[in-house]
């Protein structure tokens, strides 16, 4: 039995269309416990992006919108609240590729996130320094305009942007989308680390299944826009559809189930 004070988002029989005609989402069921790493998992097309927008409220900015169902954060309906009330409230998205102001700085880019949380000077520089602790490479680079840096460093700043904003629950969009394996790596050791160090609770799209299932507590599969399977590693694993269809021949070695934090 879920206790319902540790669900920190759910989200219930949800259906999306865009431009009023292409249904993209058709009956979404979702939870995602506090301190817990859920993946969303499915093929191109699935709905996994559609989801996040609409968990952030962002759809209408792609001509999108809900059409049924609820979204709960923190035991309270948000499916009309606005994106930055959403963000002040600790649920921050990093969605749409990874995106930064590209003629901004690294730094000034970092700065932004924590603006909208009314922080002091204090408390922007010790966020600041943790986000270059957590990506170091970031430091070398925080004087450049963003959109020099490489693709890999710009999902950091993306990342390091968003931590800025000191979320409860990240949102992530396909954060290995065009990154190498070594970069991949590095970005999810850093967001295992905090989830396990700091409980964030994280709910993150990823195309690769053999990167969620080893990082995620539990996944989600979307087909068609809708969920239609939730489990851990060895649930998945024991699926011959989920083998043949997303992981390939190499599927049967084994890994443990992981716990929440
Ligand atoms: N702005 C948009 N306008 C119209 N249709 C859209 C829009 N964005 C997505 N769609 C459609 O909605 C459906 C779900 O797409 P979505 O991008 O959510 O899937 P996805 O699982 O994230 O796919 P991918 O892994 O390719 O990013 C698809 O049929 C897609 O073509």
Redo the contacts with the bound molecule.
Sequence with gaps: MTDHNDVLLRVEALEAV??GA????SGVDLTVRRAEIVA?V????????????AISNLLPA???QVTAGRITYDGRDVGRTRTDALVRAGLVGVLEGRHCFRALTVEENLIAGGLGRGSGRADLRADLEQVYALFPRLTQKRRLPAGLVSGGEQQMVAIGRALMGRPRLLVL??PSMGLSPKVTAEIYRVLADLNRRQGLTLLI?E?SVTLALRHAHRSVV?EN?RSVLEGGAETLRSRDDIKQYYLGPRAGAPAPERQPA
């Design positions: 865009y431009g292409v249904q993209a989402l969303l499915g093929a191109n097309g699935a709905g996994k992006t559609t989801l996040l927008r792609t001509r999108g969009d396909e799209a195309q979307l826009g």
